[in-house]
């Protein structure tokens, strides 16, 4: 108890990623790059970080694959 998280951990857990940041967004005013947030046409970051239409281009890449 009380043992301080080692930096390592806080920086891997930082940088979760949600499985679709594999892929590029497909929307037009979005188009954020693999590893990167989705974000709003105001250039405002959108819940979760990916937009839905992402969400189904990753799920009809993994079934592509
Ligand atoms: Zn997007």
């Known amino acids: 108890m009380g043992a301080p998280m080692p930096d390592s ?3 891997a857990l930082h940088r979760q990623q949600p ?3 594999a892929i590029a967004c497909p929307l037009p005013y979005c188009q954020a ?3 990167t947030p989705c974000h709003s ?6 819940p979760l970080g990916v937009h ?5 281009a990753w799920i009809a890449h993994q079934n592509a694959a």
Do not use: F, N, Q, T
């Open 33 to 35: 790059k693999p590893g």
């Open 19 to 21: 499985p679709e940041w």
């Open 52 to 56: 839905p239409s992402r969400a189904d």
């Open 9 to 11: 951990l806080r920086a």
């Open 41 to 46: 046409p105001r250039r405002r970051p959108v």
